[in-house]
């Protein structure tokens, strides 16, 4: 008989499975040290390359996007002398290191602002041919790179004239931090730009000027690495299934000197829907490298740590002995002597009695064949009614075992390595929250800006005395400005002139309003309205409702936590997750953060971070809006927060690790009793009635075995136990009708 099923199987895997997991707790619960830097820390330096990339790419894309736009704006209204639209674009958009404008027939330069441009690399290859007035990268006599954005002005009646603005591939302008450092990397891992290493003439001691000159080293060394790992397809590059950032980013460690370790997170610049939207700078094969020193961390294991590792290994290998000892007992020892002794009656051995075992369904199977025994024959046997029904069975056993394990996995997954507000978290996460914090705030900044721009660029070429051509003209600038819901030409008196997109709000024109207002309170979702004079139309203004969805996708960044971008009363305005108009912020001390954020502090208001110790850790950080623009005074903030308890520190890993253990031995539980239960003790509590009913004399009811095991060999003696009970009962019938020798005669 095939004893592949049955009670063995899933005792074994239980003491297997007890086995691993006891070696499993005693490595991570054991001997598990503090790495030499946590690797929260090296994700949040990748997070940080990230947002890196993501603004470089938004300015390339921008600076690329606005010359072209404004070109094919010009090329649809009347001819412009080259000086007059060098200065018209230099007071729209201050972000080109030099403009030039050239006759493309002669090659003379007509008019040039800014920074001068060299000619040498233009040829008929970049003027013609799929690629033409592509942007590329060209290299000045300084040894700066820079990148050449070209469009063709033409005009009716007038030759045409090449427009070429020059771009810095600089590292953008946001706040770094203090200590660390990010460059602009290109395909052959050459840096193009860095941003935050110390001059050495501002360095006060040798000994800084060596350490200055080791971080030098070891952004050269990781820019190599980063250029060659970003050259991979970001789909080969991840785990399968993995998502967040679109194109190709990690992390890198380098080397350590004076106690602290190089630390860096690189990021190739991706578009922000590759599928939907293709990216001009994502083309160049860039990658932008964030590398921070990082204190190397001394925590190393004590022999405390492995000996708990140890003892808590050694309780699981304990009470799952004793756990396999009661199953043993309890279910497997009496089991297989019933199918002993049910084969042994089967086969017409009826000399001894049944061996009955003490109690369960497995004593009601031994009284039945005991029973049994004496119908079919056997000395000494009885074949009355049973004793008294014992209603203790086989979840007894079951029950006991689960407690056992269950005297583990409570502990160790509840109790044991559990954290508290007094989790040391790296002072360089909260550095990080708050810079990267200040980050979004200048990138949702310089969105407003790029908006209110646009709208400058396209108040110029509107004529508020012609409502159908401004209608016609606003309906082209929606389509292509995908950041409004809606915009409108209202005149002095409030009145809507042209409108295109949504149903437009209230706008009322006073000189101490700012040009960036919120209204709405109330509604659904807030109001954001940016503003634009019209020239030479004295009280109107082009008014654009820019979409509360679009600031909420510039706030969704990983590793940050929840941000939300808030007003000086500390109301909400954009989420990057689900929010209610000018609703308040959940944790009260963070209003308080968005008003020290605020208090003018020398050059003006700065970001802050702090520590949350109120019940748990959280890490919080408000960036006020500074900088440039007509955004950086209306007194919004950009608050993110998020739990310590997501960071990858020793603490939480501990705490996790145990959770896991526990839950490990919870499934082990789970599916070993649960195997016995399915596939043993349900079996056995029918196999107990059927042999009662058996011995009771139902002869009609044929016995099949469900399972090849114990208990189906068990019911197969049954059914071969039947048969010769009916024989036996069929031939004493048969006896009992023939008719006496003899009678009826003399």
């Known amino acids: 008989m095939p004893l592949l099923g049955g009670i063995r199987p899933p005792i074994a895997v239980l003491c297997v499975l007890i086995l691993a997991l006891a070696g499993l707790t005693a490595k991570v619960l054991g001997p598990s040290g503090e790495p030499v830097v946590p690797k929260a820390v090296l994700s949040s330096q990748k997070h ?26 010009l090329n649809a209204g009347k001819p412009a002398e080259p000086e007059q639209v060098l200065s018209d674009l230099g007071r729209t958009y201050q972000k080109w290191t030099g403009t030039t404008i050239l006759d493309l027939k002669s090659g003379d330069v007509l008019a040039a602002r800014g920074e001068r441009i060299p000619l040498a690399w233009l040829d008929k290859e970049v003027l013609t041919g799929r690629h033409a007035l592509a942007p590329r990268m060209v290299r000045l006599e300084t040894g700066d790179v820079r990148l050449m954005t070209m469009a063709v002005l033409d005009w009716e009646d007038r030759p045409q004239q090449l427009l070429i603005a020059s771009n810095s591939l600089s590292v953008p302008a946001i706040n770094l931090g203090p200590f660390r450092t990010m460059a602009v990397v290109a395909q052959d891992g050459e840096v193009l730009a860095t941003a935050g290493f110390e001059q050495n003439e501002a360095l006060n001691s040798d000994q800084e000027r060596k350490e200055l000159t080791f971080l030098q080293k070891q952004m050269s060394r990781m ?16 785990e399968p299934g993995s998502r967040g950032y679109p194109g190709v980013s990690g992390t890198l460690l380098g080397d350590d000197y004076n106690g602290r370790v190089a630390t860096a997170g690189y990021a190739s610049l991706a578009s922000s829907d590759p599928e939907e939207k293709k990216s001009v700078a994502a083309g160049l094969g860039l990658t932008v490298v964030a590398m921070l020193p990082v204190v190397q961390q001394q925590g190393g294991v004590g022999p405390d740590r492995e000996l708990f590792g140890l003892i808590a290994a050694g309780a699981l290998v304990v009470l799952g002995l004793l756990a396999a000892a009661v199953l043993w007992v309890s279910v497997q020892r009496p089991l297989l002597r019933l199918f002993l002794e049910s084969r042994r009656l089967a086969r017409g051995d009826l000399t001894r009695p049944v061996s009955v075992p003490r109690w369960g369904e497995a004593a009601r199977v031994g009284t039945a064949l005991e029973r049994l025994r004496g119908q079919l024959g056997g000395p000494g046997g ?9 209603r203790l069975g086989l979840r007894v056993p079951l029950a006991v075992t689960a407690v056992l394990l269950l005297l583990w996995c409570v502990p160790v997954g509840l109790l044991l390595n559990r954290t508290d507000g007094s989790v040391s978290v790296p002072a ?4 990080d929250q708050r810079d990267r914090t200040d980050l979004v705030a200048d990138r949702v900044r310089r969105a407003l800006n790029e908006a209110q721009a646009d709208l400058v660029s396209t108040s110029r070429l509107i004529d508020a005395g012609d409502p159908g051509a401004t209608a016609a003209r606003l309906k082209d600038a929606l389509r292509e400005h995908t950041r409004y819901q809606a915009l ?61 969805e679009f600031l909420n996708s510039l706030l969704k960044r990983p590793g940050l936590g929840e941000v939300r971008v808030v007003n000086a009363d500390a109301e909400t305005l954009a989420a990057s997750g689900g929010f209610l108009a000018f609703e308040d912020l959940p944790n009260n001390a963070l209003p308080d953060l968005v008003r020290a954020g605020n ?8 970001e802050n971070g702090l520590l949350l110790r109120d019940g748990g850790v959280t890490v919080a950080a408000a960036a006020p809006f500074s900088g440039g623009g007509v955004a950086s005074d209306i007194g919004w903030t950009v608050v993110s927060w998020q739990d310590a308890e997501h960071f990858q520190i020793t603490p939480y890993e501990r705490e996790d690790r145990s959770v896991l253990a526990g839950l490990l031995g919870l499934a082990a539980i789970v599916v070993c009793l649960g195997w016995v239960y399915l596939v043993v003790a349900r079996p056995l509590r029918a196999l107990a009635a059927g042999a009662e009913k058996l011995a009771d004399g139902d002869l009609k009811t044929v016995h099949y075995p469900r399972y090849q095991d114990e208990v189906g060999a068990i019911v197969r003696s049954l059914e071969l136990i039947r048969q010769q009970l009916q024989a036996r009962r069929q031939n004493q019938a048969r006896r009992a009708a023939e008719p006496r020798l003899g009678a009826g005669g003399r």
Do not use: C
């Open 382 to 390: 009885t074949d009355g009614a049973p004793g008294g029904k014992v």
């Open 599 to 606: 208090v003018p502090v020398g050059a003006g208001p700065v």
């Open 488 to 548: 409108y030409v209202v005149d002095d008196t409030g009145e809507v002139v042209a409108r295109a997109g949504g149903d437009p709000h209230d706008w009322s024109d006073g000189k101490d309003l700012p040009l960036i207002r919120v209204s709405g309170k109330g509604e659904r979702k807030p109001v954001i309205q940016v503003g634009a004079p019209v020239p030479e139309h004295k009280g109107t203004t082009l008014v654009g409702e820019v979409r509360v």
């Open 48 to 73: 940080f390359a990230e947002d890196g990339a993501i603004a470089l790419r938004a300015s390339i894309d921008e600076r690329i996007t606005d010359l072209r736009r404004t070109v094919t704006a």
């Open 223 to 238: 820019a190599e690495q980063a250029a060659e790992y970003t050259a991979e397809h970001p789909v080969s590059a991840k």
């Open 428 to 431: 360089t996460m909260v550095n």
